[in-house]
């Protein structure tokens, strides 16, 4: 069944890890897709990919890399996205950086710079993605936020920090988005395994995986699904949520 049937979607962190399992399930689910970097040759390399594993989909995908920190960049990669594909019906905020650290060694501007991408560039795709939204008639905002944004973290605040504002966006603008018909929700994603995850150790995996009740870490399409939930219009009565995928791991 194709979920997402003429819709277009616009994913931020589509190269690699959750953004790039996202991207692929709403292209197998009939979405036009925006792919988003840090980095153009990233972004080629993702897009690359798609097209040589699914030659049929090379009309319905392009890559973007604007910087997501800068409002007026934002804009322009949004209207690049109507132009390309007629309307922007579902925003994926995804993109994301996350350090660990010790207080007391923390700077400054490591914590500024982990909020200006996990939550300033979550503004910034939300407000341009929801005047596109509000002027089509509807649309769907989805955040990526994490397992930490739940319990914290005992080291590197300013992640922990980070998404529990990216919840606090999600819940707000579910409440003020409403009446424009533009529903907001965020996927709180547990262990998966992304690059950094598949890196681990045995020695530090194998413990981490004791402590889940599913007694494994998450693959990035068990996030996806969420996410196309969330998208779809299975979801159509569904805004203001926090949707955990994260094994009931509390670690
Ligand atoms: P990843 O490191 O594999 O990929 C990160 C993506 O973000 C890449 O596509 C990259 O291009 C993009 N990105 C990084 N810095 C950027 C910048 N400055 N500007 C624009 N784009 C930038 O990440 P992942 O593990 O797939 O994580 C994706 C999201 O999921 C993040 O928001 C992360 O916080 C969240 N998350 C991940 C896990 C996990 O276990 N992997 C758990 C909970 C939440």
Do not use: H, W
């Amino acid at each position: 069944m194709e979920l997402l049937k003429g819709k277009t979607a616009m994913v931020t962190g589509g190269t690699r890890g959750i953004g790039y399992a996202i991207v692929k399930l709403y292209l197998d689910n009939g979405a036009s897709v925006a792919l988003c970097g840090s980095r153009q040759e990233t972004v080629d390399k993702a897009l690359q990919n798609i097209k040589a594993e699914n030659p049929e989909y090379a009309s319905r995908v392009i890559g973007l890399c604007p910087n997501l920190q800068n409002p007026q960049e934002v804009e322009k990669a949004v209207a690049t996205v109507k132009e390309s594909f007629g309307r922007l019906d579902i925003m994926v905020n995804n993109a994301g950086v996350s350090a660990r650290g010790s207080l007391y060694e923390y700077k400054p501007e490591e914590f500024a710079g982990t909020m200006a991408l996990n939550v300033n560039a979550v503004f910034n795709c939300a407000q341009a993605a929801a005047k596109v939204m509000k002027e089509q008639g509807g649309g769907v905002i989805l955040n990526t936020s994490s397992m930490v944004s739940i319990y914290g973290q005992p080291s590197g605040v300013a992640y922990p920090a980070s998404k529990f504002a990216v919840n606090g966006l999600t819940k707000s603008l579910a409440r003020e988005l409403g009446r424009d018909n533009i529903r907001v929700n965020a996927v709180a994603p547990g262990v998966i395994r992304t690059d950094m995850v598949a890196s681990l150790p045995d020695e530090v995996i194998k413990p981490l995986i004791a402590t889940i009740p599913l007694g494994r870490v998450g693959e990035p399409e068990d996030v996806a699904n969420a996410f196309l939930y969330l998208a779809s219009d299975m979801a159509s009565y569904v805004t203001g949520e926090i949707l955990s995928v994260d094994g009931a791991a509390r670690t």
